[in-house]
Each structure stands twice: as C-alpha cells, then as structure tokens.
Nanobody, 115 residues
Framework: QVHLVESGGGLVQAGGSLRLSCAAS????????MHWYRQGPGEQRDLVAT???????TYSDSVKGRFTISRNNPWNTVNLQMSSLKPEDTARYYC?????????WGQGTQVTVST
C-alpha cells in the first residue's frame, strides 16, 4: 500500500518561511519523480515543483526563486522549502507521484500566509 503523508504547514506572516515534508511508504521511493501541487480556495490544483529520481528540479513561474524542492532518499522524504511567502501562496499543498501505473496523492497540508 502506497502512502504519502505531508506535514509542516501552518500560519505564517508574509515574507516568512515554511518547510513542508512528505513521507512516502510502500514504493521504491528513489526511482520515482515526486511533485508538490497546491490548491487554493475555489481554484484548481496546480503543479508547484518537481524533482526527478536524479535530482533534477523544475518550478512554476510563480514560485521560482522562492521555493526549493529536495529529496532525501534514505528517509523516503521529499521537502519543499518555501521562503519570501506571499498571501497568494495560501493553499493546501499536496505531495504526488505516479507509480505502478497510477497516481498517488497525500492528504495535503494547509499553508496560510497572512498580510
């Protein structure tokens, strides 16, 4: 059984930082590309950042230069370091991977950025 469990969300003031983590189990974590998505109130779920098995990273334009995705293969975790947070970063953040022919999502962790 594959499980993705996010943590690290919370309330932060604009300009602050948060670090999200996603713990994966039930898969050979190191071979899979991992993603962070986010979904704001009344909005669609959007891709934020991606890290491949080799460690290559890509980011959405809205977070480039402020967010950093990383992975720790021995610990089966993928992290999202978020800095210079803005109110428009307020959303529920989800960990995602595609493995064994299907998608897997975590339950999400809420990030709220106040002005």
């Amino acid at each position: 059984q594959v499980h993705l469990v996010e943590s690290g969300g919370g309330l932060v003031q604009a300009g602050g930082s948060l670090r999200l983590s996603c713990a994966a189990s039930g898969i050979n974590f190191k071979i899979y590309t991992m993603h962070w998505y986010r979904q704001g109130p009344g909005e669609q779920r959007d891709l934020v950042a991606t890290i491949t098995s080799s460690g290559s990273t890509t980011y959405s334009d809205s977070v480039k230069g402020r967010f950093t995705i990383s992975r720790n293969n021995p610990w089966n975790t993928v992290n999202l370091q978020m800095s210079s947070l803005k109110p428009e970063d307020t959303a529920r953040y989800y960990c995602h991977t595609f493995a064994r022919g299907r998608e897997f999502w975590g339950q999400g962790t809420q990030v709220t950025v106040s002005t």
